[in-house]
């Protein structure tokens, strides 16, 4: 199984911006790269997702490696809601595995004022 | 429009007990999915229902796991004779329909907070 590789926990000061990265060097090329997150006693929200190219909404921004080995989730102005759980997680295309999400301990943003 | 609704938001229970958790998923939604979050951990994959498709019980961890959805609507999960171990945030998610990773945005309830004494 491709896995991630994420830092135990981040701090932003409030109105600037987060880099959140994420390793995953075994991934292959039919993965899409997902971020959710989750907020205290809250269940999972999405975030963002991609495949190759760099992406934007308007929560945040995924830049994706060329060689697609590692990705960073860009939060442009935290917010004292942003204070969350952040995942990132490797989902195949297809077959066995790519419709339910795993995810391992992730990133603890803490925000501060 | 409504999300994805669970109930009970807590429970607690003695161990041996039944106990009977649901879901009611975003109307419209095809896919609906169970997991489990234990205490600080990630989330655990338990079961998928697809439409009238034969779920995917496949994370199931015993035999005292079951759940049942009716057509595309509510969901509830129930587990048999509750263990310590059982206490988890047990989380339900709907999607428009399964499908693979580069398409399907799962939206996930508040969960159930279980507590087996």
Not at chain 1, 47 to 65: D, E, Q
Request: hydrophobic share 30%; with cysteine.
């Amino acid at each position: 199984d491709a896995k991630t590789t994420q830092p135990n926990s981040m701090e932003s000061n409030e109105e600037e911006p987060v880099h959140l990265p994420c390793n995953h060097s075994t991934i292959s090329g039919t993965d899409y790269i997902h971020w959710y997150r989750q907020l205290p006693s809250q269940g999972p929200e999405y975030v963002i997702h991609g495949l190759t190219s760099n992406v934007n909404n308007r929560m945040a921004s995924l830049a994706i490696a060329e060689d697609r080995k590692s990705s960073t989730l860009i939060l442009h102005r935290a917010t004292l809601r942003d204070a969350a759980v952040y995942y990132c997680i490797l989902r195949p295309y297809s077959g066995a595995g790519s419709y339910q999400l795993t995810f391992g301990k992730g990133t603890k943003l803490s925000v501060i004022p | 429009g409504a999300g994805v609704s669970q109930s009970p938001s807590n429970k607690v229970t003695e161990k041996g007990k039944d106990v009977e958790l649901r879901c009611d998923p975003i109307s419209g939604h095809t896919a609906l999915y169970w997991y489990r979050q234990r205490l600080g951990q990630g989330l655990e994959f338990l079961i998928y229902f697809q439409g009238n498709s034969a779920p995917d019980k496949s994370g199931l961890p015993s035999d005292r796991f079951s759940a049942e959805r009716t057509g595309e609507s509510v969901s509830t999960l129930t587990i048999q004779r509750t263990q310590q171990e059982d206490s988890a945030v047990y989380l339900c998610a709907s999607s428009l329909r399964a499908s693979g990773g580069g398409t399907d945005t799962q939206y996930f309830g508040p969960g159930t907070r279980l507590t087996v004494l």
